[in-house]
């Protein structure tokens, strides 16, 4: 598939995610995420805010979804989200549930490994039940007590392993993220911190600043491509 372009909005309030959005869009990112965070503190608002300002972009809501999977999933795309996010280390019911949901209302399923402790074997997992993207994701607290752990563990085994498109999450730098097509990672994500200041959920003070560096991120992502 062609390279993706995301937008992690790890906030806390619909106003700053909405203000991040903006410019983000502006700067030619492809997908919008509402982040735990912002569903954490804002619910399924966020998401409907998210539609109404933006109808023509897709829309992740990053759940993580552990159990009720079907009414999360329906409560979600009900409020305008193309994609919901299901852990590969809840119930197969659970996984399955999100699926059928998702196919009910015309969404997508992205399957979130994380934490797994056979990774390979999750993806797998979550593959044979119906998801329609695998995320090698490498928590945040994870990389706070070790920094040494980053996707890069498990990307080349799990895009090997699987035939749906893969996602590196979770620390990478802005030329890190930039290279993960080529590593066969087509769904680019940028989020908390490179966009966040000081690893704080609420957004870059600098708004020029910010939309250069999305800017940046999105064509060389887009050229890699060509390359």
Known sequence: MEPIVQISLDLTNIEEALEMAEIAVEAGIDWIEAGTPLLLGEGLHAVVALRKAFPNHPIIADLKTMDGGYLE???MAKAGATHVVVMGVAHPATIRAVVRAARDYGI???GDIMAAPDPVA??????????DYILVHTSFDERGEDPARSPYDHLAAVVSAV????????????????????LG???VVVGAPLVIDHKEFRPSTD?????????TLVARVKNSANI
Not at 122 to 131: T, Y
Not at 207 to 215: A, F, S, W
């Open 73 to 75: 999933a329906e409560m």
């Open 108 to 110: 997508k399923v992205m």
């Open 122 to 131: 999750c993806a797998k997992h979550l593959e044979q039940n119906g998801v």
């Open 163 to 182: 035939n749906i498109p893969v996602q590196a999450v979770g620390g990478l730098s802005i030329d890190q993220a930039a290279e993960m097509p080529k």
């Open 185 to 187: 990672a087509p769904l």
């Open 207 to 215: 708004r020029g600043e910010l939309k250069q560096v999305l800017e």
